[in-house]
Every structure is written in structure tokens, then in C-alpha cells.
């Protein structure tokens, strides 16, 4: 074999020429594959950066600005999840689920302060989701894995808490979204339990409505939560593939949506906001995977 490729050469100086050619096929497969690894590293990358930031445009869609990046820094996002404006300074907080902390910016996207840390005490978050100031400034927030409520003033510094383990008043199995009346009652969604609770400002119980299924006031994995101008409640009902509207006692009103791609159908809708002439927009996450019924029986 080595004859045929080489012709009369000495079989020593074949097997050098032989082992060289093996070694530049070998460098030329690995450098393809470097090249290929690093070429899809930066392209992921790429794609992060256009994750983890806030972005802010005109009533009409009109981009202005944006702000945030991956990391833990200040200004920086791990996962954020929820945003909400204090209404008397249009100040920005935002959830960051994933680095335990809220954020306060500006309107303009500079960073003011923050707070939080991952942990059960005080000011400390185990997955903030939701976010919500009332018409003082306070600010509350609802956390995933800590089944409680927190409540800061407009600086973070902590005031009180409430809620804990469970399916009873007052207790939580996975909760979402916290939002605020125009009268500053609390309303939490619990995602696990299948149901809405409102309740003051200081965390005293008030009532609560829903259950498992697909009726009228029923719900299945309820997400987002916001308010109208007459304080009628709107929920984003993911699994149920619709938005439920009730009054502010918990009696329904009405609901639209279905499963589907076309106009006034969803497909996992996870958020919901209100605009001040009552006008309704959704986040319809559009994420294809099995659904099931995850409310405590």
C-alpha cells in the first residue's frame, strides 16, 4: 500500500510522510470542529443579549429605549419576570425571578437601587414573580418558592410579610402575580391552588374566589392579574387558554379566548395589563408543550 502511494522510497521515509498527512487531517477535523463550536458559542451569545433587559416604546409600539444585560450586577437581569410603574414618579421595578432581587430604575432605564438576596428572612426572595406598588409607593411582592408576600416601601426597606405553605386562607402553593387596587387592597394569583385572594394592605384576608376546572370562575394555572378603572378584575386563566373578568368582590362578568393562533385565542397567555381607558393587552407566551392540570385537588 505504501509503495502504490509513495513509489521507491525508503519505507522509513513513507511512514514519516504518511504519519505527517495523518496529523495534518487530524489538526484540519479538529479546527473545523473549534471553529464550529466557537461559531455557535458566539451566536448564543448573540441571542443573550437580546434576553435579560426592559424595554420601553410609545402607546403606539414605537421603540424608545431599553436597558438591562445578563448578569448579577446592578442594571443587570438574571431572569426577569415581572415590571411594574410607581404611578406618582414613574419610577421602574422589576422582578428578577432568577437573581432574587427587585430592581428600581428611573424612567429612563437608570439604575437607582435594588434589593434582595436569595433566602426565607426578611427583604430576602426565593423567586420574586410579581410586582406591585400601591398608591403610597409601597411596593409588593409575590414570591414563587417562599409562598409569602412581602412589602417594602419605595426604597426596599422591608415593612412586613405574610402567607405561608398550604391550600388554606392565607396560604399559598405556588403564587404568581400580586397586583393593587385603586382602594390598595392586595390581589395574589396561586397557580397551584387555582385561585385569586384579596386582601389589604397589611395582609388580612379578605376573600378569595376559584377552584379547579373549566367554568365560569374556575381556573386552570391563573397567571397575570390586573385592574380596570371601575377596580373589576381581570386573570389571565393560562391553561384554560382565556382571560376571566369579576367584579372586585369575585363575581364574574364575562371571559373570552380559546386555544388557537388566530385573533382573540391564546396559547398559554401568561400576563395581562390595562391601560387607562380600559384597554386590555396580553402576553400570549405561545410556548407548544403538554398541558396538564396542576391545581391541588
Not at 446592578?74 to 427587585?102: H, K, Y
Not at 428572612?121 to 409607593?137: E, H, I, K, L, N
Not at 391550600?167 to 395574589?188: I, P
Not at 389589604?200 to 376573600?207: E, L, P
Request: glycine letters at 10%.
Amino acid at each position: 500500500m505504501l509503495s502504490l502511494l509513495f513509489g521507491p522510497m525508503k519505507i522509513t521515509n513513507k511512514l514519516v510522510i504518511l504519519s505527517t498527512v495523518i496529523a495534518l487531517i487530524i489538526f484540519a477535523i479538529t479546527f473545523t470542529q473549534y471553529s464550529l463550536a466557537q461559531e455557535k458559542e458566539e451566536e448564543t451569545n448573540a441571542r443573550l443579549s437580546n434576553f435579560n433587559h426592559i424595554k420601553k416604546f410609545t402607546s403606539d409600539g414605537k421603540f424608545i429605549t431599553s436597558w438591562g444585560s445578563e448578569g448579577d450586577g446592578d442594571g443587570q437581569f438574571l431572569r426577569p419576570e415581572d415590571v411594574t410603574i410607581d404611578s406618582s414618579s414613574s419610577n421602574v421595578f422589576v422582578a428578577d425571578f432568577e437573581g432574587n432581587n427587585i430592581q428600581k430604575f428611573d424612567s429612563d432605564g437608570n439604575f437607582i437601587t435594588k434589593w434582595g438576596s436569595e433566602g426565607d428572612g426578611d427583604g430576602q426572595f426565593q423567586r420574586p414573580w410579581g410586582v406591585a406598588v400601591d398608591s403610597s409607593g409601597n411596593v409588593f411582592t409575590a414570591e414563587e418558592s417562599g409562598y409569602r408576600i412581602q412589602k417594602f416601601d419605595n426604597n426596599g426597606n422591608f415593612i412586613r410579610k405574610w402567607g405561608s405553605e398550604g391550600t388554606d386562607d392565607g396560604h399559598y402553593l405556588h403564587l404568581h402575580d400580586v397586583a393593587v387596587d385603586s382602594s390598595d387592597n392586595v390581589y395574589v394569583t396561586d397557580r397551584d391552588n387555582c385561585k385569586v385572594e384579596k386582601l389589604t394592605a397589611d395582609g388580612n384576608f379578605i376573600r378569595k374566589w376559584g377552584s379547579l376546572g373549566r367554568d365560569d370562575g374556575e381556573f386552570i394555572d391563573p397567571h397575570g392579574i390586573d385592574f380596570d378603572s371601575s377596580d373589576n378584575v381581570y386573570i389571565v386563566d393560562s391553561q384554560n387558554e382565556r382571560i376571566q373578568k369579576f367584579d372586585s368582590d369575585g363575581n364574574f362578568i364575562t371571559k373570552w379566548g380559546s386555544e388557537g393562533y388566530g385573533d382573540g385565542q391564546f396559547w398559554l397567555p401568561h400576563d395581562i395589563a390595562i391601560d387607562s381607558s380600559d384597554n386590555v393587552y396580553v402576553v400570549d407566551s405561545g410556548n407548544v408543550h403538554e398541558k396538564k392540570d396542576v391545581c391541588a385537588l
